[in-house]
């Protein structure tokens, strides 16, 4: 298990985040696969017209809807692998290492 | 008369899911894969039709997220049923679905222009209400493997949102 995450929930889509930056981008995670150390925090940025969610496969976070604009952050706390998708959107698939850290 | 105010032959392929509800034979679980393998590939060829037919861009990115959204999901029911032993049983139902989208799809291939984008999202539109439908008062309900049934659950979410994206883009084209 990696542990529950930080959800920062909704953020401006100004705000400057740390760590590791991912875009949801044309229904894709970019990049797709991210290899992080544990304690890092993950951003994600909705850059669609859409909503998008960040849902691990293994119910570790979920984020829930993300409104185009908006941002969710996560930190992974243990090294592991972590599968997730968007549930809106099928064929958005990604995955994440965790490593240690650092 | 227009499209709104018939019955699209799809969507009454589609509305016969509702009878089922009703009728003394349900769908076993085979017929349930075969239902939802079926509606996919619809879908995914209504969209492939789109990228071929249609000019707008808020039209070819809806038609070439559904073609990914569909395939994505069907590989994904593919790959549950395999690894379940279920073979796909085709059904009246099965088979109303496809000769209504033939129906439907034929009609689409001779359309361009705006009248092609409007038919097209309206029978989306159409198209991904009954299917919402059929999956939470049929499928769902009738689903006797655990699998089955939490991937027909958790496959709802990505339907409503292909249909308020459809019912968006629909708006918007009628704008113009």
């Known amino acids: 298990m990696l542990g529950a995450g930080l959800a920062a929930g909704s953020m401006g889509a100004g705000a400057e985040p740390s760590g590791v930056a991912i875009k949801m981008t044309q229904e894709a995670f970019v990049p797709a696969q991210v290899t992080v150390g544990a304690g890092t925090p993950v951003t994600w940025t909705n850059n669609d017209s859409v909503p998008h969610s960040v849902t691990a496969l293994d119910g570790t976070f979920d984020s829930g809807p993300i409104l185009p604009g908006k941002t969710y952050r996560w930190t992974p706390e243990k090294p592991g692998t972590v599968a997730y998708h968007c549930i809106f959107h099928p064929s958005m698939k990604a995955q994440m290492v965790v490593g240690a850290k650092p | ?176």
Do not use: C, W
Request: no cysteine; charged share 25%.
């Open chain 2, 1 to 176: 008369m227009t499209t709104q105010s018939k019955m699209l032959p799809l969507a009454a392929a589609l509305a016969m899911l509702s009878s089922y509800a009703l009728a003394a034979d349900k769908p076993n679980d085979a017929q349930i894969a075969q239902i939802v393998v079926t509606a996919n590939s619809i879908d995914i060829e209504n969209g492939k039709i789109a990228l071929k037919n249609s000019r707008t861009p808020s039209v070819e990115e809806f038609a070439n997220l559904m073609v990914k959204d569909h395939t994505a999901v069907n590989n994904d029911a593919t790959a549950l049923v395999t690894r379940l032993g279920v073979k796909p049983e085709p059904s009246d139902t099965s088979k109303s679905l496809q000769s209504g989208a033939d129906t439907e799809q034929a009609k689409l291939r001779g359309l361009k222009g705006h009248d092609f984008d409007k038919a097209y999202l309206e029978n989306e539109v159409a198209y991904h209400k009954q299917v919402l439908g059929a999956i939470t008062d049929v499928l769902i309900p009738n689903a006797q493997n655990a699998e089955l049934k939490k991937m027909l659950v958790d496959v709802k979410p990505a339907f409503q949102a292909h249909l308020e994206h459809a019912e968006k883009s629909l708006a918007a084209l009628d704008k113009h």
